[in-house]
């Protein structure tokens, strides 16, 4: 076939199919010709003692042992004009079998396993100087041990970094950074998430009208509506406890420190909220809440309505057992997680080490937010009282630090 047939069958560039040929043709020695040597000038050739042997009266041409081609300025290698020319190989030639020139073939596996073996040389290593490569080091490598995330690092710091986020990740894996797996704040894999058929449910008395199916009728029916999703973080059982608040359109979170669970503390919470920002910016605020079915919010009435029987929220409940549909809230408590781990006590805190806590919290760039933090959305959606009132401001971003050092260093 020509190369353009072996192009139009393949969907390829007959160019293609040329550069490909002559790269990855493997030549085959032919035999010397009648004079010995495979000079294309040794027929006619009479030169004499170029090896400096004396006594010797035959011509170098037909020298057995002779090597024309590094002893001869004028050796010219024969070779056949067609090589010079498409296919530029000898696979479908009929003389090759007799023929004594140097011969040229095209072999698929030979030219598959160049390929790869090419492909592994030009990714081992690292694609960086020693001097770039510590230059990287001392960037990244405070910051992780801050605990702030990847995706932080990249927002504030990203065109000092040379390389992609998933490399910075593999230099972390080698072992080429002063920073170890064990700094990033999450490196595991989740399993699959299996699917439980249960059989269905009553529904109690107080989520009737407000499950999830009836905030997503409601979400439908109110579009662009902001939706705030709420939920509790406990330290350890009978201990002081984390009321926390998002709002979905800001990723803003907002942390209340509790003395236990009981409904009656919450509420006082809630009522000094809606006090502190009035009803109308209460309710232009928190319009929608979704949370889950613990004891200490299954007072809807108390929550949505104020002492005057005025509606001030519309509380919806998740379905039991479905935290994922409030999953950006569950996501951010990874945050809280590192700087209180999971089993140390909130008993030790004041709300002023809980709003510093959130300030670093709130002010990690995100990737959803285009790099941006939940404070900065949050001055543009939020009301402005609301900032002022819960003490929010934005840690620079290089002194954001999510350990438990944190609250330590507040306390000491």
């Not at 010797?56 to 024309?68: E, I, N, S, V």
């Not at 009929?94 to 790869?116: G, V, W």
């Not at 805190?349 to 709130?362: G, K, S």
Request: glycine share 6%; net charge positive; charged share 30%.
């Amino acid at each position: 076939m020509t190369f353009k047939e072996i192009a139009t069958a393949l969907g390829k560039d007959a160019s293609t199919i040329s550069k490909e040929v002559r790269k990855h043709r493997i030549i085959q020695y032919g035999k010397a010709n009648r004079t010995g040597s495979d000079c294309d000038k040794a027929p006619e050739c009479r030169k004499q003692h170029m090896c400096h042997k004396t006594g010797c009266d035959f011509y170098c041409a037909t020298c057995k042992t002779g090597r024309c081609e590094k002893r001869c300025s004028d050796y010219a290698q024969t070779s056949c004009e067609k090589i010079d020319k498409p296919p530029y190989v000898c696979n479908a030639c009929e003389r090759k079998q007799i023929c004594r020139f140097n011969k040229y073939y095209y072999r698929a596996r030979h030219a598959d396993n160049s390929y790869y073996s090419l492909l592994k040389e030009c990714r081992r290593g690292i694609d960086l100087s020693p001097e770039d490569l510590d230059t990287l080091n001392k960037l990244v490598t405070p910051l992780i041990k801050n605990g702030q995330p990847v995706a932080h690092i990249y927002a504030n710091h990203g065109e000092d970094i040379p390389c992609s986020r998933r490399t910075l990740y593999d230099y972390i894996d080698q072992g080429l950074l002063s920073a170890k797996n064990i700094d990033l704040p999450r490196k595991v894999r989740y399993k699959p998430r299996k699917k439980r058929r249960e059989p269905p449910r009553m529904e109690p008395n107080y989520s009737r009208g407000r499950t999830y199916l009836d905030f997503n009728r409601y979400i439908e029916n109110n579009p662009g509506i902001s939706v705030v999703e709420m939920d509790t973080v406990e330290g350890i059982k009978g201990g002081k406890v984390l009321l926390t608040m998002f709002f979905r359109n800001s990723s803003l979170m907002l942390c209340f420190l509790l003395e236990n669970l009981k409904q009656e503390t919450f509420l006082d919470v809630f009522d000094w909220l809606y006090e502190e920002l009035g009803e109308e910016i209460f309710q232009n605020t928190f319009p929608v809440i979704l949370t889950d079915r613990g004891t200490e919010f299954q007072c809807p009435s108390a929550i949505e309505f104020d002492q005057g029987q005025s509606r001030r929220t519309k509380l919806f409940y998740c379905d039991p057992q479905c935290s994922w549909q409030k999953g950006a809230l569950e996501k951010n408590h990874e945050f809280i997680r590192y700087v209180v781990p999971k089993g140390k006590p909130f008993d030790f805190y004041t709300q002023e080490d809980i709003t510093l806590m959130a300030n670093h919290i709130n002010s990690l760039a995100r990737d959803s937010l285009g790099g941006n933090t939940p404070l900065d959305l949050a001055k543009l959606l939020q009301n402005g009282k609301l900032m002022r009132r819960l003490k929010l401001k934005r840690i620079p971003p290089d002194e954001v630090y999510l350990k438990p050092g944190l609250l330590k260093k507040q306390n000491t």
